[in-house]
């Protein structure tokens, strides 16, 4: 479903999860499609024994994609004039992430979105903002 399929309302708003139980192993995919070998995010004795992490976390880049996603299914991707978020916390194998998209205003053929993701335990680890086309 478009924007051109739907009417926005400032308030309305789209909750959708992103992963439940976030593998290693989509960590290990993201980084070879990314090209971000960073150790932090593949290597869990670089991540405990040399960075000091309780182990590997996945790449901020892996979350706001997800995230986009989630904003590109209700919105369209020929719509979206701008997408931009904050990396408010880690993100763990095993997590599970939802995204809430929410209408905070629709002008002169603009909605502007505001966006969070969580994960299972309700902490905040994006947040950001989109704007979107309307006709």
Not at 4 to 9: A, C, F, P, V, W
Not at 61 to 67: A, K, P, Y
Not at 110 to 124: D, F, M, P
Request: no cysteine; proline share 1%.
């Amino acid at each position: 479903m478009t924007l051109t399929d739907i009417t926005l309302k400032a308030g309305e708003s789209r909750e959708t999860v992103l992963v439940e139980d976030l593998t290693r192993t989509r960590l290990v995919q993201y980084a070879g499609a990314s090209g971000d070998y960073n150790p932090l995010h593949t290597d869990e004795r670089f991540a405990r024994e040399i960075a000091g992490y309780s182990g590997v976390f996945a790449h901020g880049m892996l979350t706001m994609g997800m995230t986009g996603r989630a904003l590109t299914e209700w919105v369209g991707e020929e719509r979206l004039l701008s997408y931009g978020v904050r990396f408010t916390a880690q993100v763990w194998p095993g997590d599970t992430l939802t995204a809430e998209i929410t209408v905070t205003s629709v002008e002169e053929g603009v909605a502007q979105l505001s966006i969070v993701t969580r994960n299972q335990g309700g902490a905040t680890v994006v947040s950001g903002t989109a704007t979107a086309k309307v006709d």
